[in-house]
Protein backbone atom coordinates (compact mmCIF):
# COMPACT_ATOMS: atom_id res chain seq x y z
CA UNK A 1 0.00 0.00 0.00
CA UNK A 2 1.67 3.46 -0.92
CA UNK A 3 1.45 6.23 1.49
CA UNK A 4 -1.27 7.95 -0.73
CA UNK A 5 -3.68 4.84 -0.43
CA UNK A 6 -2.84 4.86 3.14
CA UNK A 7 -3.61 8.04 3.86
CA UNK A 8 -6.98 7.76 1.69
CA UNK A 9 -7.80 4.81 4.00
CA UNK A 10 -7.16 6.83 6.97
CA UNK A 11 -9.69 9.59 5.42
CA UNK A 12 -12.27 7.00 5.02
CA UNK A 13 -12.27 5.72 8.62
CA UNK A 14 -12.44 9.55 9.66
CA UNK A 15 -15.84 9.61 8.30
CA UNK A 16 -17.06 7.39 10.61
CA UNK A 17 -17.97 10.00 13.74
CA UNK A 18 -20.22 10.77 16.51
CA UNK A 19 -22.99 13.08 13.89
CA UNK A 20 -22.54 9.99 11.22
CA UNK A 21 -21.48 6.70 12.98
CA UNK A 22 -22.39 4.29 10.20
CA UNK A 23 -22.29 4.99 6.40
CA UNK A 24 -23.61 2.72 3.45
CA UNK A 25 -21.42 2.28 0.60
CA UNK A 26 -22.92 3.96 -2.36
CA UNK A 27 -23.96 6.94 0.27
CA UNK A 28 -20.23 6.95 1.25
CA UNK A 29 -18.87 7.36 -2.22
CA UNK A 30 -21.06 9.75 -2.99
CA UNK A 31 -19.90 12.11 0.36
CA UNK A 32 -16.67 11.03 -0.80
CA UNK A 33 -16.78 11.68 -4.64
CA UNK A 34 -14.87 8.32 -5.05
CA UNK A 35 -15.46 5.21 -6.89
CA UNK A 36 -17.74 2.84 -5.09
CA UNK A 37 -15.49 -0.25 -6.22
CA UNK A 38 -12.45 1.65 -4.53
CA UNK A 39 -14.40 2.60 -1.13
CA UNK A 40 -15.70 -0.87 -1.35
CA UNK A 41 -12.20 -2.70 -1.22
CA UNK A 42 -10.92 -0.16 1.49
CA UNK A 43 -14.62 -1.28 3.73
CA UNK A 44 -13.87 -4.71 2.90
CA UNK A 45 -9.92 -4.69 4.28
CA UNK A 46 -11.32 -2.90 7.49
CA UNK A 47 -13.98 -5.17 8.02
CA UNK A 48 -11.40 -8.25 7.65
CA UNK A 49 -9.64 -6.42 10.44
CA UNK A 50 -12.62 -6.04 13.15
CA UNK A 51 -11.80 -1.94 12.25
CA UNK A 52 -15.23 -2.07 11.24
CA UNK A 53 -18.46 -4.20 11.25
CA UNK A 54 -21.13 -4.04 8.69
CA UNK A 55 -24.77 -4.52 9.75
CA UNK A 56 -26.12 -7.25 9.17
CA UNK A 57 -30.01 -5.68 8.55
CA UNK A 58 -29.31 -2.35 7.52
CA UNK A 59 -25.75 -3.82 5.29
CA UNK A 60 -24.13 0.01 6.57
CA UNK A 61 -20.28 -0.41 8.05
CA UNK A 62 -20.01 0.93 11.54
CA UNK A 63 -16.82 0.84 13.93
CA UNK A 64 -15.95 -2.13 15.42
CA UNK A 65 -13.94 -3.89 18.10
CA UNK A 66 -10.88 -4.13 16.57
CA UNK A 67 -10.21 -0.46 17.48
CA UNK A 68 -10.35 -1.09 21.26
CA UNK A 69 -7.07 -2.10 21.35
CA UNK A 70 -5.59 1.09 19.87
CA UNK A 71 -8.29 3.36 22.51
CA UNK A 72 -6.57 1.48 25.17
CA UNK A 73 -3.26 2.17 24.04
CA UNK A 74 -3.72 5.28 23.58
CA UNK A 75 -5.63 5.68 26.91
CA UNK A 76 -2.84 3.96 28.91
CA UNK A 77 -0.30 6.39 27.24
CA UNK A 78 -1.88 9.56 28.20
CA UNK A 79 -3.86 11.30 31.12
CA UNK A 80 -7.44 13.58 30.19
CA UNK A 81 -5.61 16.25 31.86
CA UNK A 82 -2.19 16.22 29.43
CA UNK A 83 -4.50 16.69 26.72
CA UNK A 84 -6.75 19.15 28.04
CA UNK A 85 -4.30 21.46 29.17
CA UNK A 86 -2.68 22.60 25.90
CA UNK A 87 -6.22 23.25 24.57
CA UNK A 88 -6.53 25.77 27.20
CA UNK A 89 -3.37 27.74 26.94
CA UNK A 90 -3.86 28.30 23.26
CA UNK A 91 -6.86 29.29 23.82
CA UNK A 92 -5.78 31.81 26.58
CA UNK A 93 -2.85 32.93 24.05
CA UNK A 94 -5.08 33.39 21.50
CA UNK A 95 -7.59 35.63 23.94
CA UNK A 96 -5.45 36.87 25.98
CA UNK A 97 -7.78 36.08 29.24
CA UNK A 98 -7.74 33.07 31.63
CA UNK A 99 -9.46 30.29 30.41
CA UNK A 100 -10.28 27.46 33.33
CA UNK A 101 -11.83 23.85 33.14
CA UNK A 102 -14.45 23.45 35.91
CA UNK A 103 -15.85 20.10 36.66
CA UNK A 104 -19.36 18.99 38.31
CA UNK A 105 -18.77 17.79 41.80
CA UNK A 106 -22.32 16.84 43.67
CA UNK A 107 -24.17 20.68 43.24
CA UNK A 108 -20.82 22.23 43.45
CA UNK A 109 -18.07 23.18 40.70
CA UNK A 110 -14.82 22.59 41.17
CA UNK A 111 -11.59 24.48 39.13
CA UNK A 112 -9.80 21.49 37.70
CA UNK A 113 -7.53 23.50 35.37
CA UNK A 114 -6.30 26.81 34.81
CA UNK A 115 -4.11 28.64 32.06
CA UNK A 116 -3.85 31.96 33.13
CA UNK A 117 -3.72 35.46 30.91
CA UNK A 118 -0.40 36.80 30.94
CA UNK A 119 -1.97 40.34 31.20
CA UNK A 120 -0.79 42.16 34.47
CA UNK A 121 -4.78 42.59 35.39
CA UNK A 122 -6.06 39.66 34.88
CA UNK A 123 -8.98 37.11 36.49
CA UNK A 124 -7.36 34.99 38.84
CA UNK A 125 -8.55 31.25 39.99
CA UNK A 126 -6.98 28.82 42.31
CA UNK A 127 -7.64 25.13 41.43
CA UNK A 128 -9.74 23.37 44.06
CA UNK A 129 -12.20 26.24 44.16
CA UNK A 130 -15.43 25.49 44.66
CA UNK A 131 -18.46 27.30 43.22
CA UNK A 132 -22.09 26.85 43.94
CA UNK A 133 -24.12 25.99 40.34
CA UNK A 134 -26.44 28.88 40.62
CA UNK A 135 -23.54 31.49 40.22
CA UNK A 136 -21.12 32.96 37.90
CA UNK A 137 -20.95 31.43 34.15
CA UNK A 138 -18.73 28.79 34.59
CA UNK A 139 -21.58 27.24 37.31
CA UNK A 140 -24.65 28.25 35.15
CA UNK A 141 -23.16 26.65 32.41
CA UNK A 142 -23.44 23.40 33.96
CA UNK A 143 -26.44 23.71 36.09
CA UNK A 144 -28.56 24.65 32.79
CA UNK A 145 -28.13 21.02 31.80
CA UNK A 146 -29.11 19.47 34.94
CA UNK A 147 -32.57 17.75 35.30
CA UNK A 148 -35.57 20.37 36.29
CA UNK A 149 -35.49 18.20 39.35
CA UNK A 150 -31.38 18.81 40.35
CA UNK A 151 -31.86 22.46 39.60
CA UNK A 152 -34.78 23.24 42.26
CA UNK A 153 -33.09 20.83 44.58
CA UNK A 154 -29.91 23.10 44.12
CA UNK A 155 -32.27 26.24 44.48
CA UNK A 156 -34.13 24.97 47.93
CA UNK A 157 -30.66 24.91 49.67
CA UNK A 158 -30.40 28.67 49.54
CA UNK A 159 -29.67 31.23 46.35
CA UNK A 160 -26.37 33.31 48.63
CA UNK A 161 -25.47 36.61 47.13
CA UNK A 162 -21.68 37.06 46.13
CA UNK A 163 -21.70 40.32 44.21
CA UNK A 164 -24.62 43.18 44.07
CA UNK A 165 -25.06 40.85 40.52
CA UNK A 166 -25.56 37.96 41.78
CA UNK A 167 -29.03 35.92 41.04
CA UNK A 168 -30.91 35.15 44.15
CA UNK A 169 -34.41 34.76 43.11
CA UNK A 170 -35.69 31.73 41.55
CA UNK A 171 -37.34 32.76 38.38
CA UNK A 172 -34.58 34.99 37.47
CA UNK A 173 -32.39 32.26 37.73
CA UNK A 174 -34.25 29.26 36.11
CA UNK A 175 -34.90 32.23 33.38
CA UNK A 176 -31.44 32.09 33.04
CA UNK A 177 -30.57 28.57 32.61
CA UNK A 178 -33.60 28.40 30.41
CA UNK A 179 -31.65 30.68 28.14
CA UNK A 180 -28.14 29.02 28.63
CA UNK A 181 -29.80 25.59 27.70
CA UNK A 182 -31.19 27.05 24.59
CA UNK A 183 -28.00 29.10 22.93
CA UNK A 184 -25.87 26.38 24.98
CA UNK A 185 -23.21 29.19 26.55
CA UNK A 186 -23.47 31.57 29.21
CA UNK A 187 -22.49 34.84 29.65
CA UNK A 188 -22.20 36.63 32.94
CA UNK A 189 -20.36 40.10 34.29
CA UNK A 190 -19.66 40.95 38.23
CA UNK A 191 -21.99 37.69 38.98
CA UNK A 192 -19.39 35.99 41.43
CA UNK A 193 -16.29 38.24 41.45
CA UNK A 194 -17.09 42.12 40.49
CA UNK A 195 -15.77 43.81 37.39
CA UNK A 196 -15.35 40.20 35.97
CA UNK A 197 -17.01 38.74 32.72
CA UNK A 198 -17.46 35.12 31.93
CA UNK A 199 -18.30 33.18 29.09
CA UNK A 200 -18.48 29.79 29.20
CA UNK A 201 -19.03 26.27 27.10
CA UNK A 202 -20.84 23.35 28.70
CA UNK A 203 -18.66 20.05 28.40
CA UNK A 204 -20.98 16.62 28.16
CA UNK A 205 -19.75 12.84 27.99
CA UNK A 206 -20.08 10.80 25.15
CA UNK A 207 -23.76 9.96 26.34
CA UNK A 208 -24.70 13.66 26.72
CA UNK A 209 -24.72 14.04 30.50
CA UNK A 210 -23.49 17.26 31.62
CA UNK A 211 -19.60 17.13 33.51
CA UNK A 212 -18.13 20.00 33.29
CA UNK A 213 -17.79 23.52 31.87
CA UNK A 214 -14.72 25.80 29.63
CA UNK A 215 -14.81 29.57 30.68
CA UNK A 216 -13.21 32.36 29.93
CA UNK A 217 -12.96 34.67 32.43
CA UNK A 218 -11.35 38.80 32.58
CA UNK A 219 -12.13 42.28 33.37
CA UNK A 220 -14.99 43.64 32.02
CA UNK A 221 -13.64 46.52 30.80
CA UNK A 222 -11.83 44.06 28.15
CA UNK A 223 -14.96 42.83 26.00
CA UNK A 224 -17.90 44.08 24.11
CA UNK A 225 -19.69 43.26 21.50
CA UNK A 226 -17.96 43.24 18.95
CA UNK A 227 -15.01 41.14 20.74
CA UNK A 228 -17.00 38.81 22.64
CA UNK A 229 -18.57 37.14 19.56
CA UNK A 230 -14.85 36.41 18.30
CA UNK A 231 -14.07 35.04 21.83
CA UNK A 232 -17.40 33.12 21.73
CA UNK A 233 -16.78 31.52 18.76
CA UNK A 234 -12.97 30.28 19.85
CA UNK A 235 -14.33 28.93 23.11
CA UNK A 236 -17.04 26.58 21.02
CA UNK A 237 -13.90 26.05 18.53
CA UNK A 238 -11.95 24.64 21.97
CA UNK A 239 -14.72 23.12 23.78
CA UNK A 240 -15.24 20.88 20.32
CA UNK A 241 -11.97 19.52 20.89
CA UNK A 242 -12.14 18.86 24.46
CA UNK A 243 -15.45 17.01 23.75
CA UNK A 244 -13.75 14.84 21.65
CA UNK A 245 -10.94 14.07 24.41
CA UNK A 246 -13.60 13.21 27.24
CA UNK A 247 -15.53 11.27 24.34
CA UNK A 248 -12.28 9.01 24.06
CA UNK A 249 -11.37 8.74 27.80
CA UNK A 250 -15.17 7.79 28.38
CA UNK A 251 -15.09 8.82 32.43
CA UNK A 252 -16.90 11.29 34.53
CA UNK A 253 -14.28 12.01 36.69
CA UNK A 254 -11.42 14.55 35.57
CA UNK A 255 -8.42 12.68 37.50
Known sequence: MT??????????????TKENPSWGLRDLSKEMG??????????RTFEDKRVLTQNPDSKKYELGPG????????????KMSDLILPIMEALSERTGESVFLTWKEGYEGVTVEIAESSSNIRFAVSKGTRTPLYLGASAKSIMAFLSE???????AQGLKKMTEKSTTEKEDLLKDLRIIESRRWA?????YSDDVFGISTPLFNSEGKILASLTIAGPVYRINEDNRQTIL??????????TEIISIFDKDNYL
Open 187 to 191: YTEGE
Open 34 to 43: VNHTIIYRIL
Open 149 to 155: EQQNEII
Open 67 to 78: LAPLLAAYRSKN
Open 3 to 16: LKSLGFAIEVLSMF
Open 233 to 242: AMLMESTEKI
